[in-house]
């Protein structure tokens, strides 16, 4: 059987087909070439790769200065929160101290008080040293109290420590960054550590630059506000102790002068009671010595006149008569006598009721030592007081301290940074 043929026509119209595919494939041939050609030229020459690598290497080190800019800005503010915590620790550690040195004024204060309270009788008077030292003591408890509020709130300021824990986290996320950046900084197509990576182009779910800078501005603000209101507590205690202190001293001082003027009144009332006694009771006993003195010079007189009389009443006879010279003598001269001895007896009977100011004298004797007794713990207070005012006192007691510490648990946080 013989084949299918084709035509003249058909075989040139396959012909002119191949012809027209091949003259295409040699035009898209060429252009791959020229456009090789022209890739491989620009590649041999570096210029596209040398400029991407260096505006890449700017960009990195801007990223670099930047990140440097901010870690210096949160080491700067850490070294400030630092200092800040010192410095209220210190003011606590002060005002622990004043607190501490509270407690011999108020032991003072109390002992004063508990020695008037042994005086006895009517030197038993709530006076003006009894309301001065309840004042001192009411003082002290109140100046223990805000001494001691202030010193709670400066323990338990943890405002300052949470800020000085966002600021080392930040600020060591900061130095890993820029370890990071540094160490791509000093890269080249020669070092030996870079290779070809899987999926280096993806994009770490992290923050935005605008996040990122909020975040680091945002612990710099709380660490600012912490620290404002660390200085703010600080010039609050540093203010109450001042004020506290003057308001002791003058109390002490007020104390003390109603203490020394209420001595002196005890010791003129002492001094004159006494000089009244002693001076009243001598002149009455001299005044008896006299009176006695006399009523013994005229009682001889007396006997002699009485015994004359008598006598002349034995004359005998006509003898017994009433002279006018010798027996209106006697008799004028007895009644004389009497009278006088008896205004003597008189005198010496009242001045005799001495015996009562004796009595008097007992009572007053021991009001006089009722007042010898307030007067000697006047001044055993005012000894006592001394201690107030001593150089071995002034001071106080030291209390043990109890720093603030920052998020590592020490009171300085050094950071290297490079």
Same mark, same amino acid.
């Given at each position: ?112 008080? *508990? ?7 009517? /030197? ?152 009244? *006694? ?5 002149? *009455? ?32 006879? *006509? ?98 940074? /490079?």
């Amino acid at each position: 059987k013989p084949s299918l043929r084709c035509g003249v026509s058909e075989w040139n119209n396959n012909n002119l087909q191949l012809w027209a595919e091949a003259q295409q494939q040699r035009l898209v041939s060429s252009e791959i070439r020229q456009e090789c050609k022209s890739l491989r030229n620009e590649t041999h020459c570096k210029l596209q790769t040398v400029w991407d690598e260096k505006e890449t290497s700017r960009r990195l080190t801007e990223r670099v200065w930047d990140v440097s800019r901010w870690r210096d800005l949160l080491d700067g503010c850490a070294q400030k929160v630092d200092e800040e915590m010192d410095a209220l620790t210190l003011s606590k550690e002060l005002t622990e101290q004043a607190l501490a040195a509270t407690a011999t004024p108020l032991e003072v204060s109390t002992e004063c008080m *508990m020695l008037r309270e042994g005086r006895r009788g009517y /030197e038993l008077v709530t006076d003006p040293v009894q309301e001065q030292l309840q004042k001192e003591v009411e003082l002290i408890e109140r100046v223990q109290q805000t001494l001691q509020q202030h010193i709670d709130e400066a323990f338990q300021q943890l405002v300052l420590q949470e800020a000085r824990h966002q600021l080392t986290g930040d600020l060591q996320n900061k130095m890993e960054a820029l370890d990071i950046d540094k160490s791509c900084l000093t890269l080249t197509i020669t070092s030996p550590n870079i290779s070809m990576k899987t999926n280096s182009t993806r994009i770490p779910s992290a923050s935005t630059p605008q996040e990122w800078v909020q975040l680091s501005n945002h612990n710099v603000v709380q660490a600012e506000e912490a620290m404002r209101v660390s200085q703010q507590m600080r010039e609050d205690m540093s203010l109450s102790r001042a004020q506290l202190q003057n308001e002791l001293e003058a109390e002490r001082r007020a104390t003390e002068f109603a203490l020394r003027k209420r001595s002196h009144h005890e010791e003129q009332a002492r001094d004159e009671l006494q000089w009244q *006694m002693e001076a009243e009771i001598a002149e *009455m006993e001299s005044d008896i010595r006299e009176l006695d003195a006399d009523l013994q010079a005229k009682t001889a007189p007396l006997k002699l006149a009485h015994t004359r009389l008598e006598n002349r009443t034995r004359r005998p006879g *006509m003898d017994l008569c009433m002279d006018e010279q010798v027996q209106h003598s006697l008799v004028a001269e007895v009644k004389q006598l009497e009278a006088t001895v008896l205004a003597l007896q008189q005198k010496l009977s009242k001045a005799h009721s001495l015996q009562n100011m004796r009595l008097h004298h007992g009572q007053m004797l021991q009001d006089l030592s009722r007042k010898q007794e307030a007067l000697s713990l006047e001044q055993r207070s005012l000894n006592t007081r001394t201690r107030l005012t001593s150089g071995s006192n002034t001071v106080g007691v030291v209390a043990p301290v109890v720093p603030l510490m920052n998020s590592c648990g020490r009171g300085n946080l050094q950071l290297m940074a /490079e």
